[in-house]
């Protein structure tokens, strides 16, 4: 018998101690150790021999390799994984249950089928539930091969012998590998099966999507040590309440980050949408005040979203801040700039500020849409409804240029825009007007009087 070592590991980052502690010192979560055992011959380095095998060579010699994508068929989809799936690639879709994991994949190997096989692993449900899923997405095909299967061993073994165009592990959290004895969905569990089938996607050349999880907190299983194995992770999100779904990429070996794919959830599974701006605009109110439009930029790709936002007396003695879609900290600082900078009075007023259609914006350029709605709202005046904005604010109140000023102008214009603010660095620069009527603006000051009249 080889001897039994346990130890204990935070579910949360994989930190490792040889007691139990109440809160993990490296990630700070509480209550995350659990204890695992491990047999004395360690295993760790598996992955590290596997990969080390090959010969050092010139880069010049190497030919191939990464070069060829294959479309799924799903424009949305392509789009966030830069053109296609690269062979070989390991792919990771995190998301919280329900919102459409499955379906999404589903729907991808159905037009993957059109190149050949496909595997489809599910350790959640049983083939015969995901034949009710298939009938109610209208796909049918020889060629979608379903197992289910939990055991890493059963699966490579099964994909060998099929050698499928391309595989689904629905979810990587059932997974487990005979080498390791702790309960699968742990790290240690999660972090080695992913990395074997990353072995075998790299030796086979197939491509493996990975369904993972999301926990309360918001995060994969085992995050860190999840998001540095794979090529690319693609996080799945939207509003139970609204039937957008936005997919949206975080990391690309193949690609660039921040890109996303827009879904609409009906009845029949997900309907890719072209025009988000239109859908995000649909319900807007006009000539009401603390609304405006932003035109932001997501990856590549432009979008209009219309920013909310509420300025009310405080009843209590602490004035509540709300925000949803957008950084808290970052709305906090910019009330912060419009008290000192543009003298507005907002010590004792709640401010909630929301992006509409669930959306979630990280890029700065949202710093204007957030500082026009919040002074509209105070002041009770509506913005003009063919007026939108962009642009990133500093700390002294000055507007600082962003990246891309034409496409988002294009954009706008587009959909019927008549009249852009934005930073004075950017309006200088404009070479295709589309007929748009240009206000560049040097600080928050100008910013206001240009939306406020
Ligand atoms: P699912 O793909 O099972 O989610 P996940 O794998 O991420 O847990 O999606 C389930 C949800 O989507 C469920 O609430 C029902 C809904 N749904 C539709 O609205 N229309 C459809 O055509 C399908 C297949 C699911
Ligand atoms: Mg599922």
Not at 202 to 221: M, N, Q, Y
Not at 394 to 415: D, F, N, P, Y
Request: hydrophobic share 40%; charged share 20%.
């Amino acid at each position: 018998m080889p001897k039994i070592k346990t130890f204990y590991q935070c579910q949360s980052c994989g930190y490792t101690s040889p007691k139990w502690l109440g809160r993990c010192p490296d990630c700070g979560t509480w209550n995350s150790l659990v204890e695992e055992r491990k047999e004395a011959v360690t295993r760790q380095s598996s992955f590290l021999t596997h990969l080390g095998k090959s010969e050092p060579q010139s880069l010049s010699s190497i030919t191939g390799g990464y070069g060829q994508r294959t479309s799924t068929g799903m424009k949305e989809l392509d789009r966030v994984l830069g053109s296609g799936v690269v062979t070989g690639s390991v792919i990771l879709v995190g998301g919280d249950p329900g919102i459409g994991k499955s379906t999404l994949l589903l729907q991808a190997l159905s037009g993957l089928s059109r190149y050949g096989r496909v595997l489809y692993v599910s350790g959640e449900e049983s083939p015969e539930q995901i034949k009710i899923r298939a009938e109610r997405l209208s796909i049918n095909s020889n060629e979608i091969i379903l197992l289910s299967e939990t055991s890493l061993e059963g699966i490579i073994n099964t994909a060998s012998k099929l050698s499928p165009k391309i595989i689904v592990v629905d979810s990587i959290q059932t997974v487990y590998t005979e080498e390791l004895v702790s309960a699968p969905g742990s790290v240690s569990q999660v972090r080695e099966c992913a990395a074997k089938l990353m072995i075998f996607a790299k030796r086979s050349d197939i491509p493996v999507f990975l369904v993972g999880h999301v926990t309360k907190e918001g995060t994969i299983a085992g995050p860190r040590v999840l998001e540095h194995i794979v090529d690319t992770v693609l996080y799945f999100e939207g509003d139970r309440g609204h039937s957008y779904r936005i997919l949206r990429t975080v990391k690309n070996r193949f690609g660039s980050t921040n890109e996303i794919g827009v879904f609409e959830m009906s009845d029949s599974g997900l309907i890719e949408v072209e025009n988000p701006s239109e859908l995000f605009l649909l319900e807007r109110p006009l000539n009401v005040s603390g609304s405006t439009v932003v035109a932001s930029l997501e990856g590549t790709r432009p979008l209009m979203v219309e920013i909310q936002s509420l300025v009310s007396q405080t009843n209590f003695g602490m004035p509540r801040r709300t925000t949803i879609g957008v950084d808290f900290n970052r709305v906090n600082l910019l009330v912060a700039v419009l008290e000192k900078r543009a003298g507005l009075h907002l010590g004792g007023m709640d401010i909630f500020v929301n992006v509409v259609g669930g959306l979630r914006i990280i890029e700065p350029a949202v710093d204007l849409g957030i500082i026009a709605t919040i002074a509209s709202s105070l002041k009770n005046i509506p913005i003009d409804p063919k007026t939108f904005v962009f642009g990133e604010a500093g700390l002294s109140g000055e507007i600082r240029a962003v990246t891309q000023a034409e496409a988002r102008i294009k954009e706008a214009s587009k959909i019927g825009f008549k009249r852009a603010v934005m930073p004075l660095g950017n309006s200088e620069k404009i070479k295709n007007n589309p007929g748009l009527e240009i206000i560049g603006v040097k600080d928050v000051e100008d910013c206001l009087e240009a939306v406020l009249t």
